[in-house]
């Protein structure tokens, strides 16, 4: 038996050993990139645990002391103190140019100066020599500050001394600051309050980047604004205004002149001292720059002019036929003359043989120059063939207010390519090096996650930072690295289509012949059909594209033979080790943890294999997988492992033998953008970015994953083209549930008469044959019970089963380029409808229909959810009216065959004439046919936007722009029922702003969630409070719920987030007790390792909001966080604040506890081997104290967090990913670890929170994984769908199965009769049996290898003759497989 | 050559006030990363010949404009601080001939431009690259960092690596961060000091101004006799150099094929 179950990769059972030995290795745990171990001298670090940062725990180490300059005492000159801080450290050397030889020349005054950059104020003994040097300073200047938490400590300190100070100069910065700004008698104190026209220029736009474009146009419009100025205090203004100009201007000189102006006018020493200063230098506030050209340009044909007549380039570069690739760059760092970082990418680009024009803008909004410069004012063409955007920032708005539309209005008009590059801006180059975080997370909100907003690519970090001149300069790997990716993009837009080489990569997860191109809701192979068919059509070249879509699958996994009987997929390439030796530069660094290629994977002993196969131009390859999948030791104790050599050889093989033009992968999701490597901001050792070495990377990626394409976009510079999932349908009723249904019914009509209670006995025996026992109180069969109580039981069982029959589940496969037809939209639609809308003043459906009928649709849902027999029935119809009603409308907006037509035209025309709206029509020969005709319209007028979205057809279309080189509209990944703006497809996914959430509205559910978990738990545990409660936060849940998740954890725990002038969340506050009504319940939160990537500021403010309540001076029995946290301090001997670490998740560049990978392999012993898994892989903990120490292993604290545990938790996000659709979920479940890890060996409760519907439910677990079970694996119409998409539906029915064995091992959660039932489904039903077999072998193999591990693992008790027939069909199908004929 | 002339052109509102002053007026503060380029308040500009092609420029090769001033350039500052060991000193001044070999813009801006090196001729930077190497033995000078360069195949990080421009960081992963100027850099000629190390080339600006130096027709052949033996000890020295890509840029370069 044991033989019989064990995949390949089960190891031999003396394992236990092994790994206790192993887990004395830090070697192996920690070390999780390679390391050459060759002759380095002090190769013996790679031992050590090294933390990324040392000191502070900050991300950065610099100090302030390399700014300051004090100045050697003369002839009894006052002194002058100056105290800065800035975000642009670009100020730095300009500054100290200028105070350095202000001292050397200046005979009226001696400059003292000292510089902070707003990051380093973070720092405790930092800002207490900040302030200190505030008190005997004569100006301070601020620049830039608009990070919350820096801002109000600038404020704080600099508000004491603001009286005594001579002068306070702020520069465009968030209000709180601006506020100091005093010179004189002028002072921005009112600043937001007054009505003096001075301050509405500021107020003028609310929206967008006006601020610091408005204190530009401020600057323009000097003389207009000092005429509504009493003129004494002119002179003070129009001083202010020189200073803002002296400042945007940057140079050393200019600065000189500043200091001059403003210590002679206000500095008392100085009083009566006559100090001459010059007008500032005023440079364009817009224009073109080239380090070479004579001047700076205002218009591009001049530039052009120039450019042609240059003398050290040649006729190529200079000529029509060389690619443009436009630059966008900050013009502070021109004027400042900290430039060098941009002179290395224009060197790398002219030296490559591309032309560029390099623009720059002084303000915040960029979408003007960019259309101004680099758009053809005559033929409206781009005059660029790529564009990259040197500045990190978002186009328009930087540090800002950010205006989104804007950008990719102005973008979209250009068309072409946007990478948006970053210099390092919070740290040093050697800060970042060291981090396994990478970037500083301010930066990746700032400059990696808004960027993306506009649609902006690739976050290269081109540039480092020098720590003691603080300025930028190029990192010549990187610069190199974008620039030829640049010019890669540029060539898309210039080759023809019949010369352009495209590699469509597919995957094969878990590695097995079964699952050769899987991808989430996608027929992958009829996806690549179809647009092969369509490229073909478009000009480029797929020659010897066989017939059909089968045809193309045999192809590549051998021939037909090769589902039963091949060892290998079809080899594309054969590469020998040495040729792989020189096209793959980091071939030997893989070599730490695969040894010498060409190793055992994607090998035939002598050369590495690439399986795929070449179509013309076009050539499908399947992408290698990670290789440790079976391997237990590398799971459980890899933080990551490298690349195997068969991988590295499939990305050079596309790269420099094919030498594909882009490469598209194909569907959600592959593994190179999980390689290992910094979080965001790729290294030159990081393997994503070695990987996809310079090939563009499009990416199709399901529009219901926002996460994970966001991940595909930081890490492997994707462009991620979005699918739509398969149109939903109800779950419907089947079998016994169908007959359930029928008798209610029948009981309604007839419970008065005589036959009530004979009915009611039926009800109930089908009830029980059916398991409904577990989720209804059912009382005995044939017992008497009341009229009332009878109605009650009618009405649970009828709401359960209206549960199950409204449940949306994606049928079927997608395929790319083929949309659902309008029906098929209909129960989307009628879920989209039934959610409220007050931002659009939209009411659901639900909500008008019981209005007309006198109700309140939250009574009905709650009346409903309590088994009210009258409820049940009314929510019922309801539900029936709903669908009757979008149906009607749908029909009529189609045409005979089904399409949609002109939804606009239509709708006005139905509009037009009120009788004639067919929802109206339907609903008048119905109970609801008073409902209000003015929600009706708008809401229809809403759905009808939707539809049309919905049956667009954009995935096609955006890919061949991609390929054409071409902007690729962005657009938010997510729930299209939640939030329509996912529609149409075929957008550039982003995610959003990580400091947008959590929103009031977010919040507001948040809590509904939380009270009704509570009390469940209290109604499930003898009415106590749980104490402390396990959950998980997932990435893609928090996108598409602007933060539901996050702010259920801030409300267990009893505080709200604090919004900033900018609606960013940046801050907590605790809620009273008396307020919150109830303890404040401890948690243990467990971030998985996408959303730790995406949103590591939310983790620092929850670590911060834990700590803050563990201090909270209150009793422990109102604060369980408190109670724990003095308990753990003491146990540990630690203070409270550091064992108050609730916040845990993977380490750096590792995601997911593989133990999900252990179970999809078979690969596991026992299911403490699995919780040790899930230990050592997520009991990283990040801290708001050291965050630059990234996340750090601390599994004590996180065991005796978990040991406190009464409940598990956790979100489903969306109706089309349930419990068994994915393997996460129970990938991150703790429920029987906790039980271990409780004193008391107590099982905790779990609960499923499923907030996809307007009526938001909290149901434990087990409830959960029935009603999955129920509507999917066992669910006729779900199966038959997945079957009818051949080879891969079988994978996905297998893959349900397996994933249902993943609940048992991690959460004992499983019913019997789940696995019972399936057994008769899919095997005792010898049609089925013969259907799943022949169609995919492989899969079913697995099918029946799961079935037997369930039993052999306990989790599936059944007959001897069940298990006896499942051996049968196991070595049947082997002898199959294996090509032996009985 | 036309300079800020054509800004007030384009620009009549700029017309009353200053000119940008860029950075290359004031003495730069203390910098890491190489090599900031030192001011050059020299005036001194060159008399080249103008008999050399250039890789880059298919027009005509003359420069006479950037070099129609006098004064043929010096060499004897630099002799003489190489010939006392003053590689300090030797390196500054090696950067100061550079941009004013150059030619005038270089000299404005304050460094080379790398399109710019195709005007600097051949024997001045012969002339240069030979008193490197008569004072150090061999060890220093354009060369032989040309040789190092090409024998791991014109990758910048191992050739920064290997002429100790770059230093190893001690993390998980082999990582290399750039050598901090001037204080980690060696000045003394000794065994310890890597072969190649002076003098320094600045690396803020990527590697393209290296590149077109190492690349010039200068330094074409020079290192023929000194190709032998060693070459493919280096662990990468195999790699990439064989598959063709590289454009052939010394017709007197013999590739080893030896492992």
Known sequence: MASLVSSPFTLPSSKPDQISSLSQKHFFLHSFLPKKTNNQPNSKSSLKVKCAVTGNGLFTQTTPEVRRIVPEKKDNLPTVKIVYVVLEAQYQSSLSNAVQSLNQTSNFALFEVVGYLVEELRDESTYKTFCKDLEDANIFIGSLIFVEELALKVKAAVEKERDRLDAVLVFPSMPEVMRLNKLGSFSMSQLGQSKSPFFKLFKRKKQGAGFADSMLKLVRTLPKVLKYLPSDKAQDARLYILSLQFWLGGSPDNLQNFLKMISGSYVPALKGTKIDYSDPVLFLDSGIW????????????????????????????????????????????????????????????????????????????????????????????????????????????????????????????????????????????????????????????????????????????????????????????????????????????????????????????????????????????????SVLKDLEKDGYNVEGLPETAEALIE?????????????????????????????????TALEENWGKPPGNLNSDGENLLVYGKQYGNVFIGVQPTFGYEGDPMRLLFSKSASPHHGF????????????????????????????????????????????????????????????????????????????????????????????????????????????GQQIVNSIISTAKQCNLDKDVQLPDEGEEISAKERDLVVGKVYSKIMEIESRLLPCGLHVIGEPPSAMEAVATLVNIAALDRPEDAIISLPAILAGSVGRNIEDVYRGSDKGILKDVELLRQITEASRGAISAFVERTTNKKGQVVDVADKLSSILGFGINEPWIQYLSSTKFYRADRENLRVLFEFLGECLKLVVADNELGSLKQALEGKYVEPGPGGDPIRNPKVLPTGKNIHALDPQAIPTAAAMQSAKIVVDRLIERQKVDNGGKYPETIALVLWGTDNIKTYGESLAQV????????VADTFGRVNRVEAVSLEELGRPRIDVVVNCSGVFRDLFINQMNLLDRAVKMVAELDEPVEQNYVRKHAFEQAQALGIEVREAATRVFSNASGS????????????????????????????????????PGAGMTEKRKVFEMALSTADATFQNLDSS??????????????????????????????AYIADTTTANAQVRTLSETVRLDARTKLLNPKWYEGMMSSGYEGVREIEKRLTNTVGWSATSGQV??????????????????????????????????????????????????????????????????IEGIDR | ?????????????????????????????????????????????????????????????????????????????????????????????????????????????????????????????????????????????????????????????????????????????????????????????????????????????????????????????????????????????VKGLRDGAKPLSNKFFKPDYSF
């Open chain 1, 1050 to 1057: 801030l409300w267990m725990i009893g505080v709200r987030p």
């Open chain 1, 1311 to 1376: 019913d019997n009769w789940v696995y019972e039932e399936a057994n008769s489904t899919f095997i005792q039903d010898e049609n089925m049996l013969n259907r799943l077999m022949s169609t995919n072998p492989n899969s079913f193999r697995k099918l029946v290898q799961t079935f037997l591990e369930a039993n052999g693992r306990g989790y599936w008790e059944t007959s001897e003759d069940n298990i006896e027939r499942l051996r049968q069909l196991y070595s049947e199908v082997e002898d199959k």
């Open chain 1, 1151 to 1186: 995601y997911s506890s593989n133990v999900n990978l252990a179970v999809e392999n078979s690969s596991w012993n026992d299911e403490k081997q699995l919780q040790d898994m899930y230990l050592s892989r997520k009991s990283f903990a990040f801290d708001c104290d050291a």
């Open chain 1, 1216 to 1245: 089309e990913i349930s419990l068994t659709d994915v393997s996460h979920y129970f990938d991150s479940d703790p429920t029987n670890l906790v039980q271990n890890l409780r004193k008391d060996g107590k099982k905790p409760s």
């Open chain 1, 555 to 587: 192809d590549v996994i051998h021939d037909k033979e090769a589902q039963f009987n091949s060892p290998n997929l079809n080899v594309a390439y054969k590469m020998s080790v040495r040729e792989y030796q020189g096209l793959t530069p980091y071939a």
């Open chain 1, 648 to 755: 590295a050889a499939y990305y050079s093989f596309v790269e420099k033998i094919f030498k594909a033009d882009a490469v598209l992968h194909f569907g959600t999701h592959g593994s190179l953008e999980f390689m290992p490597g910094k979080q965001v901001g790729m290294s030159d050792v990081c393997y994503p970015d070695s990987l996809i070495g310079n090939i563009p990377n499009v990416y199709y990626y399901a529009a219901n994953n926002p996460s994970e394409a966001t991940i595909a976009k930081r890490r492997s510079y994707a462009n991620t083209i979005s699918y739509l999932t398969p149109p939903a349908e109800n779950a419907g009723l089947y079998k016994g549930l169908k007959q359930l249904s029928e008798l209610i019914s029948s009981y309604q009509s007839l419970k008065d008469s005589g036959r």
């Open chain 1, 290 to 529: 080239h380090p070479i050209a004579p001047s700076m340009y205002d218009d591009v044909k001049e530039y052009l002019n120039w450019y042609g007549t240059r003398r050290d380039v040649n006729e190529k570069l200079r000529g029509p036929n060389a690619p443009v690739i436009g630059l966008v760059l900050q013009r502070s760092h021109i004027v400042t003359g900290d430039e060098s970082h941009y002179v290395a990418v224009i060197m790398e680009l002219e030296a490559r043989g591309a032309k560029v024009i390099p623009i720059f803008a002084g303000g915040l909004d960029f979408s003007g120059p960019v259309e101004r410069f680099l758009i053809d004012p005559v033929t409206k063409k781009p005059m660029v063939n790529s564009v990259v955007s040197l500045t990190g920032f978002a186009l328009v708005g930087g540090p800002a207010r950010q205006d989104h539309p804007r950008a990719v209005e102005a973008l979209m008009k250009l068309d072409v390519p946007y990478i948006v590059a970053l210099p390092l801006v919070f740290q040093t180059t050697e800060e970042w090096l060291n981090s396994t975080l990478g970037l500083h997370p301010i930066q990746v909100a700032l400059q990696v996650a808004l960027p993306e907003l506009d649609g902006g690519m690739e976050p290269i970090v081109f540039a480092g930072r020098d720590p003691r001149t603080g300025k930028s300069h190029a990192l010549h790997k990187r610069v190199e690295q974008l620039c030829t990716r640049a010019i890669k993009w540029a060539e898309l837009k210039r080759k023809s289509k019949t010369q352009k080489k495209l590699a469509i990569t597919v995957f094969s997860f878990p590695p097995d012949k079964g699952n050769v191109g899987t991808a989430a809701y996608l027929n992958v192979f009829a996806s690549i059909y």
């Open chain 2, 1 to 237: 050559m036309t300079t800020n002339s054509l800004r007030y052109l384009h620009h009549p509102q700029y017309s009353s006030l200053k000119r940008l002053s860029t950075s290359e007026s004031i003495p730069p503060p203390p910098s890491s990363l190489f090599i900031r380029p030192s001011s050059s308040s020299s005036s001194s500009t060159n008399n080249l010949s103008s008999t050399t092609t250039f890789s880059l420029s298919s027009t005509t090769s003359s420069t006479s404009s950037t070099t129609s001033t006098s004064q043929p350039i010096s060499f004897d500052a630099l002799q003489h601080h190489l010939s006392t060991q003053n590689f300090r000193q030797a390196d500054e001044e090696t950067r100061r001939l550079l941009i004013v070999l150059a030619g005038e813009a270089a000299e404005k801006r304050g460094y080379v431009f790398f399109s710019e090196v195709q005007f600097i001729s051949e024997a001045d930077l012969i002339a240069i690259d030979d008193l490197w190497k008569q004072y150090s033995s061999n060890r220093f000078g354009y060369s032989v960092q040309k040789r190092l360069w090409q024998k791991v195949d014109k990758d910048f990080t191992k050739f920064f690596l290997k002429v100790g421009w770059m230093k190893k960081l001690d993390t998980e992963v082999e990582q290399y961060n750039y050598r901090a100027f001037p204080n980690e850099f060696m000045w003394e000629l000794n065994d310890e000091t890597p072969e190649g190390h002076l003098p320094l080339t600045n690396a803020l600006r990527g590697t393209q101004l290296l590149n077109s130096i190492l690349s010039h027709p200068a330094f074409e052949g020079q290192e023929d006799d000194e190709e032998e033996g060693e070459v493919g000890g280096e662990d990468g020295a």
